[in-house]
């Protein structure tokens, strides 16, 4: 799988897009059915963009729709009409590609009226995919200054487990099922392979500016600002910035956090002595699928284990 993302990378021209897939093709190889993607925004791609992205390699588009409420995308300083959203989707489909839909929860303002608006937004837009993810504020951002100083409110976690749940809700009636925490598929096909190798804790390279990899159990990051990471590659230095050799009780620890996250679930087996006896207590409070356990051997989070998956985990590695 190939991933191009954060940032804008449609910014760029198609063509300097397709022009990277195939540095990589030539150095690395790609498999015959490889998941290429793209993040987007709605206003950065056009059906001439797309076509291009399409006939270079390129499989799939993730759109950062965000909100179909302008204060809220106001509040997150995203500039596109919500309209555009649909263009995009609908360009991206007519190119043959998959589609996807990010969205934010959790902004300051917005009510669970406007999340609901926007939810019902995404899923007449029939994408093959919908991310949604709760609101994160970053230090160093505007956002961030303004909750410091009390303009807007931080987000409410009693506020974003009712939208995590109305999320659930409509998607699910919709026909999406959830395969990661934060993440539903319209099929098995449409799940984002890229992202379940992340959470299978398998290996990723990661190029760019603050990128992070993990490749046999070593985990390292890239210096962030771009003139220092192109400074290195000039001078052919590496641009990694720390690395560190990932011990064995951290990769039973990642193995755990990560793997709870999945519909699939953690295989009990898996799982250590102290971290088997917490398994019937999270069945009984209602965190953990049951039925699965026992008939699968595998912990699956329920509704209710979802919004409180980091608890899950804590009572797993606890020793």
């Known amino acids: 799988t190939v991933f191009v993302g954060g940032g804008t990378p449609t910014m760029l021209r198609s063509r300097d897009l397709v022009t990277v897939l195939d540095g990589i093709r030539e150095r690395f190889g790609l498999a015959p059915h490889a998941e290429v993607t793209t993040e987007a925004n709605p206003d950065s791609v056009t059906p001439e963009s797309l076509r291009e992205l399409a006939d270079g390699g390129f499989t799939r588009v993730s759109v950062g729709m965000q909100s179909a409420v302008p204060h809220v995308l106001h509040t997150l300083e995203r500039t596109h009409e919500p309209d555009n959203v649909a263009r995009a989707v609908a360009a991206t489909r007519d ?81 999406y099922g959830w395969y990661e925490v934060s993440n539903w598929a319209r099929s098995e096909k449409a799940r984002c392979r890229h992202n379940v190798a992340y959470w299978s804790g398998t290996n990723w390279w990661g190029v760019g500016p603050g990128a992070h990899s993990h490749v046999g159990g070593v985990r390292w990051w890239n210096v962030k600002h771009p003139s220092a990471y192109a400074a290195r590659l000039r001078a052919g230095q590496s641009p990694a910035h720390a690395r560190e050799g990932l011990t064995d009780e951290q990769r039973y620890d990642e193995r755990v956090l990560l793997g709870t996250r999945l519909v699939d679930g953690l295989p009990v087996a898996d799982l250590r002595g102290s971290g088997r006896t917490a398994v019937a207590g999270l069945i009984a409070d209602g965190l953990l699928d049951g039925p699965a356990a026992l008939r699968d051997s595998r912990l699956v989070l329920t509704l209710r284990g979802r919004l409180l998956a980091d608890t899950v985990v804590h009572r797993l590695l606890a020793s």
């Open 95 to 175: 190119a043959d590609m998959q589609v996807s839909v990010d969205l934010i929860y959790g902004t300051p303002g917005e009510s669970l009226d406007d999340w609901r608006r926007s939810l019902e937004a995404a899923v007449a837009l029939e994408p093959d995919h919908v991310s949604a993810y709760a609101l994160v504020v970053e230090d160093g951002t505007k956002l961030a200054a303004q909750v410091r100083r009390g303009v807007v409110p931080a987000p409410e976690d009693d506020d974003e487990a009712d939208k995590y749940e109305l999320a659930d809700e409509l998607l699910s009636a919709a026909g």
